[in-house]
């Protein structure tokens, strides 16, 4: 059983300035949002026996790279980034960024109540998936206990990541 949650945000910037910020997640960039509890988190996880912050290069990504205490599992340059969690926890946590051009040059956005599409030259959808399969009820228990922390963290990364694109 893999358990998840997903959010999308509208970014008034290209696909490519949004994939820039997207791939330069981690290391002296930082994760966009809660960058001292993320250190605090590494911290604890070196204390457990995990890895901690490592970093992450100086150069495009590529499958296989760590960057901070996540390694790229996956990447489709200018389109996703898959990061597997290599934290101490009992179960396996990755977070995928995907980056969608909008269609035509219009950007719609997802949580409009009456569904208008607002005119734009340039425009993208950013994409955050969490999943985490748990280890037997000791995993589930992690998962539902962190879920309330997790949705205010991720949820203001990728606003932050969105904010950093549109600056430009």
């Known amino acids: ?23 330069g997640v981690g290391g002296p960039a930082g994760w ?17 026996g995990g890895p ?3 970093g992450r290069p100086d150069r495009p990504l590529r499958a296989g ?13 200018g389109r996703s980034l898959t990061l597997r969690a290599q934290m101490r926890m009992p179960g396996t946590a990755r977070m995928t960024l995907t980056v969608t051009p909008c269609e035509a040059g219009v950007v719609r956005h997802p949580s409009a109540s009456d569904s208008t599409d607002t005119a734009s030259t340039v ?5 955050q998936v969490i999943t985490f399969a748990p280890r037997g ?25 969105a904010r950093a694109a549109e600056r430009g």
């Open 137 to 161: 009820v000791a995993g589930r228990l992690y998962w539902y206990t962190q879920l309330p922390a997790h949705r205010v963290v991720f949820a203001a990364m990728l606003r932050g990541m």
């Open 65 to 77: 790279d760590v960057v901070d205490f996540w390694v790229v599992e996956a990447i489709d340059p």
């Open 1 to 23: 059983m893999t358990l998840g949650e997903r959010r999308t945000r509208v970014v008034r910037a290209s696909a490519a300035r949004t994939w820039t910020v997207v791939e």
């Open 123 to 127: 425009g993208c959808h950013l994409t």
């Open 32 to 48: 966009y949002a809660f960058t001292r509890l993320w250190r605090f988190r590494a911290a604890l996880d070196r204390l457990a």
């Open 52 to 54: 901690g912050m490592r």
